[in-house]
């Protein structure tokens, strides 16, 4: 059982219980849809964080995915694509609307399933007012390596996520944690 692994499942259940590995199921639906050649190629050439959101939502098929910077007051939003967030919550929310200021704090991915009923998320406002069902989330650091903030992927539906969903993330933070270094 590799140590990563263990940490995901302590986090993701908020106890140890031991490592299962999952199928991973294709990504595609249908057969219509063609399938993604190589994620790593099509993360690492985005240049800009808008890009990179909007390559990490197409391999991921989520409803939603966000760059943000995790403050002592706030979340601000440096990215999005695919989810409309209301007029007020655009820019920035509170940290009661906040997922990502627990991977920030953990400082490693975190994966929920069903962000309803959640224990790391009661009386958090991202369900309520937001329609955050599920999250995938991986932190972003800043030039002296401190996580700083978060590239995450949204869901409106519960959503097992994979352990290639979760590799998947894990590279975007890193081209993220590059993007922001350099800027």
Not at 131 to 138: D, I, K, N, P, T
């Amino acid at each position: 059982m590799s140590a990563p692994c263990r940490r995901w499942f302590t986090l993701r259940y908020l106890r140890s219980v031991p490592c299962r590995r999952f199928r991973v199921r294709s990504a595609t639906r249908s057969k219509e849809r063609a399938p993604v050649i190589n994620v790593a190629d099509r993360i690492e050439t985005a240049p800009t964080l808008e890009r990179l959101v909007k390559a990490t939502n197409d391999v991921l098929g989520a409803v939603g995915v966000l760059v943000t910077r995790v403050t002592n007051t706030r979340q601000i939003v440096l990215a999005n694509s695919g989810i409309a967030l209301p007029a007020t919550l655009a820019s920035w929310q509170p940290l009661s609307h906040s997922i990502c200021q627990h991977a920030v704090a953990m400082d490693f991915p975190l994966a929920i399933d069903d962000t309803i009923t959640h224990p790391l998320l009661q009386g958090n406002s991202a369900f309520s007012d937001l329609r955050v069902a599920a999250y995938l989330g991986a932190p972003v650091h800043d030039r002296r390596g401190k996580a700083t903030g978060a590239i995450c992927a949204l869901e409106v539906r519960q959503r097992r996520w994979t352990q290639e969903n979760i590799d998947t993330i894990r590279q975007a933070a890193a081209v993220a944690d590059r993007l922001i270094q350099r800027a």
